[in-house]
């Protein structure tokens, strides 16, 4: 049987020469996501900013620290996550994406989801909830369950992104809380990090 990780591998260096929108004309790397191809949650954010585009690794900066943080207080670590972005090219100057490049690029994210098949999506922000429920707003679905129709039981919980809870302390504390509620599911749910 052909290992997750290597179909995973070979999809991240189809990415990294994608050609589906511009945006790989004006980074340095592409960041296809990284983490554990078992885990059954996937973080899933926005596009990769200066740090990621050096490094090619997602959330490595500011809000990654801050991801970090949020993880190890529900004694998580990075490697037992799968953790990505809708885009994986960065868009210059870290502007906002645009639907084009959405469209496009969630090609990707959608082979990635079919792959490792993961339990609960865990969108940062608006552009992965967006992805998955056009009409949300961060604001009033953070925090709480959301079952995707027609994904055969998919299902999603919305947070607000870390580079949120750097601008405002309310919304980091919300952050913190959202987290709190994650390790109930995890916990009650009985969900094994791996498959
Ligand atoms: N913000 C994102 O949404 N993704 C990254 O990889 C880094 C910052």
């Known amino acids: 049987m052909v290992k997750i990780d290597t179909i995973l591998g070979i999809l991240s260096r189809q990415i990294a020469s994608c050609k589906r929108c511009p945006l790989y004309k004006t980074a340095n790397h592409s960041v296809p996501g990284e983490g ?116 055969r039981g998919l299902r999603i919980f919305p947070m607000f992104h870390p580079a949120a809870g750097l601008r405002s302390l309310k919304r980091k504390k919300i952050l913190f809380d959202d987290f709190q509620i994650l390790k109930h599911v995890l916990d009650n749910e009985h969900f094994s990090l791996s498959h």
């Open 36 to 151: 554990s191809s078992q885990s059954s949650i996937v973080f899933v954010g926005e596009a990769p900013g200066r740090k990621e585009d050096e490094t090619g690794r997602p959330f490595v900066g500011r809000a990654g620290k801050l991801l970090e943080y949020l993880l190890h207080s529900i004694n998580l670590r990075r490697k037992d996550v799968f953790i990505t972005s809708i885009l994986k090219h960065r868009p210059p100057k870290n502007r906002t994406p645009k639907p084009q490049e959405i469209k496009a690029c969630s090609y990707w994210f959608v082979k990635q989801i079919a792959i490792i098949q993961p339990k609960l999506i865990i969108p940062l922000g608006r552009f992965g909830l967006e992805f998955f429920l056009p009409h949300a707003k961060i604001t009033q679905v953070h925090g709480t369950i959301k079952e995707i129709p027609g994904n």
